[in-house]
C-alpha cells in the first residue's frame, strides 16, 4: 500500500515536472509531451538533448511511463494501443501534408467553402438571392394572372 | 471518391437547395399576397388612386351586363352556324348568312368593347390613359392581326416561288 501510494506520488511528480497542471482528459498526456521546453519534430521526438542515438525507444518508453501514470491518477483505464494512437496523431499533425498533383486546388477550395464565415456568407448571399428572384418572378406571374383576369372579364376569348 | 469533392459537391447541392427553397417560398408568399380582383392589375399597372378606381369600377359595372348580353348573342350564332353546316360539304346560302351574322355580331361586339377600353383610358391621367389603351388594343385586336401577317407572310411566299 505505501508502496504503491508512493509510487503514485513519484508519477505524479514526473507529470508535474512537464506540466504542472494536471487535466482529466487521457489526452493532455499527448499534449503535455508536445509542450515541453524543446519541441518536438520528425527529426528530434526526444525533447531531452542527451539522448540523440534511440530516441524513439526512450521517448517511447517516458510517454508509456507518463501515460500509465496519467491513467492511474486519472481514473479509467486508456483503451487498448492508446499509446500506439497518440503517437500516430502526433506524426499526423507534423507531417507535411501531401500533395496530389492536380486536386491540390480542390481541396483548398474545399477548405475554404467550409471555414464557417465563409459558409454562412454564402447560405445569406442564396437565400436573398433566392428571395430576391423569387418575390420578382412571383410578381411577374401575379401580374400576368392579374392582367389575364381583367382580359377574360372585359374581352371574351372569342373576340380576340 | 475524393473527399474535397465530396464537401464541394454537396456544398453545391445544399446551395442550389437553399437557392431553390427560398426562391419558390417567395414566389408564393408573392402571389398569395395579391388581390385576386379583376381590377386589381389597372390598379397596379397604371398606379391609380381611389377616385380614379372607383370611377373605373361604375364603368366596368355598366359594361359587363352588355358584353354578357353581345356574348350571349354571339354563343347563339354559332349554334345557328353549325347546325347550318351540320351534314353539309359545301358552304351553303344559310351557312353563308350566318356566318355574315357571326361577324357582324363579333364587329358590334368589339366595337363595344374599345368603346369601353376609350371611355377607362379617359378616366385615368393622360399618360397611363394613353399606355392603357395601346395595350388593351394590342391585347384584344393583335392577335388577329398576327394571324392575318402570318397567313399574308405565307401566301407571298408562294407566290414568289411558282
Not at chain 1, 22 to 33: F, G, P, V, Y
Not at chain 2, 2 to 22: K, V
Request: hydrophobic share 45%; proline share 5%; aromatic share 4%.
Amino acid at each position: 500500500m505505501l508502496q504503491a501510494g508512493r509510487g503514485r506520488q513519484h508519477g505524479a511528480l514526473i507529470i508535474n515536472r512537464v506540466v504542472p497542471v494536471q487535466k482529466n482528459s487521457k489526452l493532455r498526456a499527448a499534449d503535455k509531451i508536445s509542450a515541453a521546453p524543446e519541441p518536438m519534430n520528425k527529426k528530434n521526438i526526444n525533447p531531452d538533448p542527451g539522448c540523440a542515438g534511440g530516441f524513439a525507444e526512450a521517448s517511447d518508453a517516458r510517454l508509456g511511463a507518463l501515460l500509465r501514470e496519467a491513467s492511474r491518477n486519472a481514473g479509467p483505464a486508456l483503451p487498448p494501443r492508446f499509446q500506439e494512437g497518440v503517437w500516430r496523431r502526433i506524426e499526423e499533425a507534423a507531417a507535411p501534408v501531401k500533395s496530389n498533383g492536380g486536386i491540390t486546388w480542390l481541396d483548398a477550395l474545399a477548405t475554404l467553402v467550409l471555414r464557417p464565415r465563409l459558409a454562412l456568407a454564402t447560405a445569406t448571399v442564396l437565400i436573398v438571392a433566392g428571395a430576391l428572384l423569387g418575390v420578382r418572378e412571383g410578381n411577374q406571374m401575379a401580374k400576368q394572372d392579374a392582367q389575364a383576369r381583367y382580359l377574360a372579364v372585359v374581352a371574351p376569348n372569342s373576340l380576340r | 471518391m475524393n473527399r474535397s469533392l465530396i464537401i464541394l459537391l454537396g456544398a453545391l447541392i445544399l446551395g442550389a437547395a437553399l437557392f431553390g427553397g427560398s426562391y419558390f417560398a417567395s414566389q408564393r408568399a408573392c402571389r398569395m399576397t395579391r388581390s385576386a380582383d379583376d381590377l386589381s392589375w389597372l390598379r397596379a399597372e397604371f398606379h391609380l388612386g381611389d377616385a380614379e378606381m372607383a370611377r373605373i369600377q361604375k364603368l366596368h359595372e355598366g359594361y359587363l351586363p352588355k358584353c354578357a348580353e353581345m356574348c350571349a348573342k354571339i354563343a347563339a350564332k354559332k349554334s345557328e352556324l353549325e347546325m347550318a353546316l351540320n351534314g353539309t360539304t359545301n358552304v351553303n346560302p344559310v351557312a353563308q348568312q350566318k356566318l355574315a351574322e357571326l361577324a357582324a355580331l363579333r364587329a358590334q361586339c368589339q366595337a363595344q368593347m374599345l368603346q369601353h377600353f376609350i371611355e377607362v383610358s379617359q378616366t385615368m391621367p393622360p399618360e397611363p390613359g394613353r399606355r392603357y389603351l395601346a395595350e388593351m388594343q394590342r391585347l384584344t385586336l393583335g392577335f388577329h392581326e398576327q394571324t392575318e401577317q402570318s397567313m399574308s407572310e405565307s401566301a407571298g411566299h408562294e407566290h414568289h416561288h411558282p
